[in-house]
Nanobody, 115 residues
Framework: QVQLVESGGGLVQPGGSLRLSCAASGITFSRYAMAWYRQAPGKQRELVAGITATGTTNYADSVKGRFTISRDNAKKTLYLQMNSLKPEDAAVYYC?????????WGQGTQVTVSS
């Protein structure tokens, strides 16, 4: 029984910060590439940041320099540190775990950026 549970979303003002967490269970976490996606109303789901099993990271151009993805294999948890948030960052953020042909998704956490 695989579970990915996101947390840490909420309401923040432009320029503010949030840290999202994704707690995984039911998988050998250290073997999986992990990623954060987001989907805003009326838009397609997009990749925000990814991190491989060995720690290599990649970011969407729109968040480079502002967001940091990291993982703690001992805690089986994925993080997304979000700084200098903009209204266009508002979305439901989803955690994804991928290994071979296996892909698992969390149910998402809402991030609202508004003054």
């Amino acid at each position: 029984q695989v579970q990915l549970v996101e947390s840490g979303g909420g309401l923040v003002q432009p320029g503010g910060s949030l840290r999202l967490s994704c707690a995984a269970s039911g998988i050998t976490f250290s073997r999986y590439a992990m990623a954060w996606y987001r989907q805003a109303p009326g838009k397609q789901r997009e990749l925000v940041a990814g991190i491989t099993a060995t720690g290599t990271t990649n970011y969407a151009d729109s968040v480079k320099g502002r967001f940091t993805i990291s993982r703690d294999n001992a805690k089986k948890t994925l993080y997304l540190q979000m700084n200098s948030l903009k209204p266009e960052d508002a979305a439901v953020y989803y955690c994804k775990a991928a290994f071979s042909f296996q892909n698992y998704w969390g149910q998402g956490t809402q991030v609202t950026v508004s003054s």
